[in-house]
């Protein structure tokens, strides 16, 4: 049950993220090439494609 909750959940924060205009993506950093990857992955994947460090780590 718990991996349909997230499939939901993936697939609502995909669209919510394909909504977005790409001037608002690059200034999250991401561009719309990620956008599947950091639904899929969540906020642990973002520094991942920005470059910048996770939140609470030495580097942030």
Known sequence: MADIRRGFAVRKVRRQLHALPDHVLKD???SRC???YL???GESAVH???GRA??????A
Request: aromatic share 0%.
């Open 28 to 30: 999250l950093g991401i």
């Open 34 to 36: 990620d956008s599947d």
């Open 39 to 41: 639904a899929a992955h």
């Open 48 to 50: 991942l494609v920005s």
């Open 54 to 59: 996770p939140a609470g780590h030495p580097a």
